[in-house]
């Protein structure tokens, strides 16, 4: 039999969930990068900028992100992915690093 949900339990779930998504970063492969744009057009925070003359996006602002995951379910390259800080060693350089 399974127990309903209390306060204090959702309160506990919400807090490991926070938990995990402030373990999550994204990693971007600019290498796959086809400068689409998709990822721009859907983050909420304004993390990434067109490089309109390289055809490639920017990863601007890495420390407002959210880990929501929208620009990795929309980028039709698997240019991004959101890993935790454990498995998610930087195998290519970020555009920023890149600059
Ligand atoms: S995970 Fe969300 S907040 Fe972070 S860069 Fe992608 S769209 Fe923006
Ligand atoms: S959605 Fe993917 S391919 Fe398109 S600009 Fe963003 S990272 Fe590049």
Known sequence: MSQEPTFWSSVAEHWQITRTLRELQIHFY???????????EVCPIGCWTPDYKRRIVVFHNPELCIACGACVLQCPENAIELKTADKGRRTQPTARQRE
């Open 30 to 40: 600019p290498d796959r990068c086809t400068g689409v744009w998709q990822c721009y």
